[in-house]
Structure formats: C-alpha cells, structure tokens
C-alpha cells in the first residue's frame, strides 16, 4: 500500500528554470496538499485541492501553479525556479478537509 | 487568525524518563487535535489523534486534550533515543470548511 508518492526525491534546478513536482494517492482521498517546508518556518501550505476539479490558495502560493489531474494526482508547477524556492516539498492527502493528512516522501528541490 | 503554538525547543530528556510536548491553540471551537513524528529529513508521520477532553493512551505515548485551557500535549513515557525527532501539532478549527493547522514543532532530544 503506497499512501502518497512523490517524484522526483530530489531536484537541482537552475535559476529560471521550471518543473512539474507530481503527486499520487491510493488511498481514494478526496482533498490534496502541497506544502514546503524550510528552517525554522515549519509546514506551510502552498495551495490545496479540497475535491476533484477544485484548487484554492493557500498561504505561500506565489510563484506556484497547480492541477488536480484527476482524483488521484495533483501536481505542483514552478514556472521559473527562484534561489527562493529552494526548499523541501510535501505532497499530503486526506480524506475530506477536516480530516488528519498523509504525507508523501517529500521531494528536496534545490535552486541554483 | 488561527494558531497553533508548540516551543521549538530542543527538548533534551534522559533515557528513560517522561518527555512532555505541549502545545496551545487560539480557535476555542476547534474540534481535532493531531500529533505528527517528523523524523530528521524524513515527511511528518501520524502518531496521535484526540477529539475529547482526557487522555488517550497508546502505548508509551498519552495524548491529552484540555479544550477549556486550550491546549493539548504529549507524553511519551520511557524515552528511547528512538524518539528524537520533531514532533507537530496539528489542530482542526471548528468552523466549517477549516482545515489542518500546523505548530512549528518541537524538537525533542532524548539522551542515551
């Protein structure tokens, strides 16, 4: 049972660069999460998908894109990768909003 | 504007003895209260769950949950070097719609 898969694990970016972060759950959840995660800042959530067909912002989205592909996958976009950015990235699931999330791996992305 | 609170720490406990995390919210109608173990450089894991005033015991873990003072903690009995990790907070405010809110986290050391 794979709960919440993330890839890629790691990712060296250049400056201006973009990537598409992917997200998947298996475990038939109804709302989706990207958080990142920095030093000393704690979790905070970039945007958030509450059902299939819906994604709102959330507190730190500047910068990031999303789609919620499917009831399964939800995916995290950098348009043009900033130093900034350089943070590590979860991914988490849950079945309705006010419900406790799972977490994916987590991906390390690094922008140079 | 809903907080969750938690002393970033370090938490250094011996080997052996009873690690306390403690952690207060400021939305009075909160209804969910989550503890996540969030090991270093690894995704926040799943630990505890309360909903009701008390205690809630498993294993060597108790969560309590004071909904009048409006705070919640974590107990962790026998403390094994094993448990060193960052432990989070996560509340579910009471109004509809809300979701998971997250406490910087506390880190806890547990000294052999």
Known sequence: ?112 | QKEVEQNSGPLSVPEGAIASLNCTYSDRVSQSFFWYRQYSGKSPELIMSIYSNGDKEDGRFTAQLNKASQYVSLLIRDSQPSDSATYLCAVIPGDAGNMLTFGGGTRLMVKP
Not at chain 1, 26 to 35: F, L, P
Request: proline share 4%; hydrophobic share 30%; charged share 20%.
């Open chain 1, 1 to 112: 049972n794979a709960g919440v898969t993330q890839t890629p694990k790691f990712q060296v970016l250049k400056t201006g660069q973009s990537m598409t972060l992917q997200c998947a759950q298996d475990m038939n959840h109804n709302s989706m999460y990207w958080y990142r995660q920095d030093p000393g800042m704690g979790l905070r959530l970039i945007y958030y998908s509450a059902s299939e067909g819906t994604t709102d912002k959330g507190e730190v989205p500047n910068g990031y894109n999303v789609s919620r592909l499917n009831k399964r996958e939800f995916s995290l976009r950098l348009e043009s990768a900033a130093p900034s950015q350089t943070s590590v990235y979860f991914c988490a699931s849950s079945v309705r909003t006010d419900t406790e999330a799972f977490f994916g791996q987590g991906t390390r992305l690094t922008v140079v």
